[in-house]
C-alpha cells in the first residue's frame, strides 16, 4: 500500500493519541513497513507522523534514502549515540504515542517493537499506547468491493461443503468407505474448477481426528470415514482474484441416519456458545458500544465451561480474517492472548467454538462481517444440527 499522510493522521486523531512512531530494523516489524509502504532496511529507521503537522524521519547516513515517500523533515545518523538523540527528536513535545507494542506481550501479534526500543522511547517521559486498533484501520478493514468478493466466496464455499457430503456418501454407499485425504483431494478439485484458491488444503477429520483442532489429513497417515461416523469439514477459501479475502467455515455431518446422544449433546453446546458470541457482537454494535475481541470469547467460552466442558476447548473462539486466513485485525481471544483490540466496522472475524473430546471432536464456524454503518453479518449458515447423510 502507498502512504497516505491525510488517512494516517486521520486515524491517530481518532484514537486521541499525539502520534504514532514507526520503528523497524531489518524487517522485524513488517506492520510498520506495510503502513509505510516501503522496503525493509539493513539499519535502524524511525519516523513518528503526529496527529497534526509534518511528520519527521530518522534514517542512517548510509542509507538517507530509507522511507523517501513519507514527506516532512529528515535527519541523518551515524553514532549511535546520534541514534538515540535523534529518536528523542522525534518524539519532542508529545505525551502520548502509539508504537507496535502490548503491554505485557499480551497480543504478540502487536509486538513487533523490542523491549529495547520501548525503554529507550519511554525514558523520553513518553507515554506509549499500543498500536493495536491504529493497524487495524490499514490492515484488516475490508472496502465494498472485498465484501462483495467474501459473499460470493461464501456461496462458492458453502457448495463446496454440499459437494463434500455428496462424495462421502457416493463413495460410502459403493465402496464401503472413503478416505479423509480423498474428501480433501475433491474440494481442492471443486476449488480449481470454480476460481477459488487456498493457502492450504482444507481438513477432512473423521471421529477422534476430528477432536485434533490442526489435524491435517496427509496420504497415508489419513483415517478411513464409514458408515455412522462422525465428520468434522473445516474448509477456508477466496476468489482467485487480487485483494479478494476468505470465507473460512467448519460444519459437521454424520454418515448414517441419527447421530449419538453424546453427539448432539456436544453439538448443541457448541452451537450455544458460538450463538452467544455472536449475539453479543450484535448487541454491542446495535446499542453503539466499543465490543473488544476478548468479550466475545469470554462470551462463548462461558457457555461451554458452564455446561461441563470448558476443559475441552483448546483454542481461541476465532481469528481476525481478509486477504490471509488469519489477518492483523483482533482476534476474539481471551485464552491463547487477551485481545483487547476493538471489533471496528468493515472489519471480518471469526467464530467457531469447538469441543474436542478423545474419541471425536465438534467444531462450528461462521464468518461475521461488521458493516460500515455497524450492521452485524453472519456469512456461511448458522449450522443448527449435525447433517445426517443417511447412508
Not at 497516505?4 to 491517530?12: G, P
Not at 505525551?95 to 507494542?101: D, H, L, S, V
Not at 520501548?118 to 498500536?131: D, P, Q, R, T
Not at 481471544?333 to 469441543?355: K, Q, S, V
Request: aromatic share 10%; glycine share 10%; charged share 20%.
Amino acid at each position: 500500500m502507498s502512504f497516505d499522510l491525510t488517512t494516517v493522521q486521520e486515524a491517530i486523531r481518532s484514537m486521541n493519541l499525539d502520534g504514532w512512531l514507526l520503528y523497524d530494523f531489518r524487517g522485524l516489524n513488517v506492520l510498520a513497513l506495510r503502513v509505510v509502504g516501503h522496503e525493509a532496511q539493513s539499519r535502524r529507521v524511525a519516523a513518528f507522523i503526529p496527529a497534526h503537522g509534518e511528520p519527521k524521519v530518522l534514517v542512517h547516513a548510509i542509507e538517507p534514502g530509507a522511507w523517501s515517500n513519507l514527506p516532512g523533515q529528515r535527519r541523518r545518523y551515524l553514532h549511535w549515540s546520534e541514534f538515540r538523540a535523534g529518536m528523542q527528536w522525534l518524539v519532542e513535545g508529545v505525551q502520548r504515542i502509539a508504537m507496535e507494542y502490548s503491554p505485557f506481550n499480551d497480543n504478540p501479534y502487536i509486538s513487533r517493537v523490542d523491549g529495547g526500543t520501548i525503554e529507550l522511547v519511554k525514558s523520553f517521559g513518553v507515554e506509549i499506547e499500543s498500536s493495536g486498533d491504529l493497524i487495524q484501520i490499514f490492515e484488516a478493514r475490508w472496502d465494498q468491493a472485498q465484501w462483495e468478493m467474501h459473499q460470493q466466496a461464501s456461496v462458492l464455499n458453502q457448495q463446496a461443503f454440499d459437494v463434500a457430503w455428496e462424495f462421502i456418501s457416493q463413495q460410502i454407499r459403493q465402496n464401503g468407505n472413503v478416505r479423509e485425504y480423498a474428501v480433501q483431494q475433491h474440494i481442492m478439485e471443486f476449488f480449481a474448477a470454480n476460481g477459488l484458491t487456498t493457502y492450504h488444503a482444507p481438513i477432512v477429520g473423521v471421529n477422534a481426528n476430528a477432536g485434533d483442532p490442526h489435524y491435517e489429513p496427509l496420504p497415508g497417515r489419513d483415517a478411513v470415514i464409514g458408515r455412522n461416523d462422525l465428520v468434522l469439514l473445516d474448509i477456508w477459501c477466496r476468489l482467485d482474484q487480487p485483494r479478494a479475502v476468505y470465507s473460512d467455515l467448519t460444519k459437521m455431518g454424520f454418515t448414517g441416519e441419527r447421530p449419538s446422544a453424546k453427539h448432539v449433546e456436544v453439538f448443541d453446546i457448541v452451537a450455544a456458545g458460538r450463538d452467544a458470541g455472536i449475539r453479543l457482537a450484535q448487541e454491542a454494535f446495535a446499542e453503539g458500544r466499543e465490543i473488544r475481541g476478548y468479550e466475545v470469547d469470554d462470551a462463548t467460552r462461558n457457555v461451554i465451561k458452564n455446561a461441563g466442558y470448558g476443559e475441552f476447548f483448546i483454542h481461541r473462539t476465532g481469528h481476525n480474517m481478509g486477504q490471509e486466513t488469519h489477518g492483523n485485525g483482533a482476534h476474539i481471544d481471551n485464552l491463547e492472548t487477551r485481545d483487547t483490540r476493538r471489533l471496528l466496522p468493515g472489519t471480518c472475524f471469526t467464530i467457531e467454538p469447538g469441543i474436542y473430546l478423545p474419541e471425536f471432536g465438534v467444531r462450528s464456524e461462521v464468518d461475521v462481517f461488521v458493516d460500515w454503518q455497524g450492521q452485524v453479518h453472519v456469512t456461511g449458515g448458522l449450522q443448527s444440527e449435525i447433517k445426517c447423510l443417511n447412508i
